[in-house]
């Protein structure tokens, strides 16, 4: 029998559902993702965590689950709203269905929802808290619990990771890494240290890197404020690449603010403008934060990307040090890989550095 459940939000809207997943009651901040594949990533990148992430596209789980698409080892969600959740998935790499995983990962989940209104709700209100439970009762909430704070410490690793590899040598800060950036890397030939999110300068150094990329990951990048002057020396030193939180992190260590969109930008059809080239690329997106214009300090950076819907920081370049950042996810999974180049310009970043002769990459 298919157990009914509800979404509560924080506006005071009531939604009915049935049960998928986990049978436990969370609460969560509400967000929405446009994508109309690549579930099993998005349900696995760890920027979600702490969340209630939406489903817009009205029919998920068709394909089921495998076991390689996991951008992390498990699911960080708090929560997971569908409309149709498939139960007889198809696909000769399919092992179990979203349910099956759900209930596997301990996070619940909500089907038959009406996603179309709990979006309406969320663009109109914009980002809010709301709660998965089995009453419809909102004083049962308790709806003054703040919601987690220190999210990075817990996505992130404990300890180094070596990947081996011939090319230069990266160490990729895991603020809660999706794994398709080291594949990106290592499919360079690059050697790769993942390390943990508050690793010092002074042991990046022993590491002797040719390069350093800060990784995605969740939360409010205003957090990790204790690790701002680390942040800024260690990307000082070496040639650097930041994506998502990481591009918030550097613009931040280096005195520019960040602020938060009314309902963030997730999906993989977020088109941006190349200002160098004029070009516009589709890209793939996970982010409530921004790099507000008007703080980015133009003697240190020159603003490299914008949103072309809403006009917002997508890029940041630094004008005189090795120092490239990106809003979006050049890494796609899921979405488009157009911005794929990114990390070959990066790679070719970290060559010129090192006196070596490169090919210019084009897109
Ligand atoms: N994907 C990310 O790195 C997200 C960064 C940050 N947590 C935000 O929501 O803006």
Redesign the pocket.
């Known amino acids: 029998m298919m157990k009914k459940g509800y979404l509560l939000l924080e506006s005071g809207q009531l939604f009915p559902g049935v049960r998928v997943g986990a049978s436990s009651s969370v609460i969560g901040e509400l967000v929405f993702n446009t994508s109309m594949t690549g579930y099993q990533e998005i349900m696995t990148?760890p920027?979600y965590a702490g969340q209630i992430m939406t489903f817009c596209y009205p029919l998920i789980g068709n394909y089921g689950v495998n076991l390689h698409d996991n951008e992390n080892a498990k699911i960080q969600m708090q929560g997971v709203l569908f409309s149709n959740l498939c139960e007889l998935p198809s696909h000769y790499q399919s092992i179990k269905t979203v349910d099956e995983w759900l209930k596997q990962s301990g996070v619940p989940g909500l089907a038959t929802i009406d996603t179309r209104a709990v979006v309406k709700a969320v663009r109109e209100r914009g980002t809010m808290k709301a709660a998965i439970s089995d009453s419809p009762d909102f004083s049962l909430i308790d709806w003054k619990q703040p919601l987690p704070q220190d999210m990075v410490a817990k996505v992130s690793t404990s300890k180094m990771t070596v990947y081996e590899g011939e090319g230069p040598h990266i160490a990729l800060f895991d603020?809660?890494y999706k794994k398709s950036m080291l594949k990106a890397l290592l499919a360079e030939g690059c050697k790769v240290t993942v390390v943990p999110f508050d690793t010092s300068s002074a042991a990046i150094a022993e590491l002797h890197p040719d390069g350093v990329m800060l990784?995605?990951?969740?939360?409010?990048?205003i957090q990790l404020q204790p690790l701002f002057g680390e942040i800024k020396k260690i990307t000082s030193s070496y040639p650097t690449l930041g994506?998502?939180?990481?591009h918030?992190l550097i613009a931040l260590a280096y005195g520019a603010k960040?602020g938060?969109l009314l309902f963030?930008h997730r999906g993989a059809n977020h088109p941006v403008k190349e200002l160098k080239t004029g070009k516009v690329w589709m890209t793939s997106q996970?982010?409530?934060?921004?790099v507000e214009k008007e703080s980015v300090n133009s003697q240190n950076f020159s603003i490299s990307y914008l949103n072309v819907n809403d006009g917002s920081v997508e890029g940041l370049s630094h004008n005189t040090l090795p120092i490239e950042t990106v809003q979006f996810?050049p890494e796609a999974h899921p979405g488009p890989d157009d911005t794929h180049p990114i990390f070959l310009k990066f790679i070719d970043m970290i060559k010129q550095n090192k006196g070596e002769v490169t090919h210019a990459v084009t897109y």
Not at 286 to 290: A, D
């Open positions: 990148d920027s603020y809660g990784s995605n990951g969740p939360g409010d990048p994506i998502c939180l990481g918030q960040t938060k963030g996970n982010h409530s934060y921004v996810h």
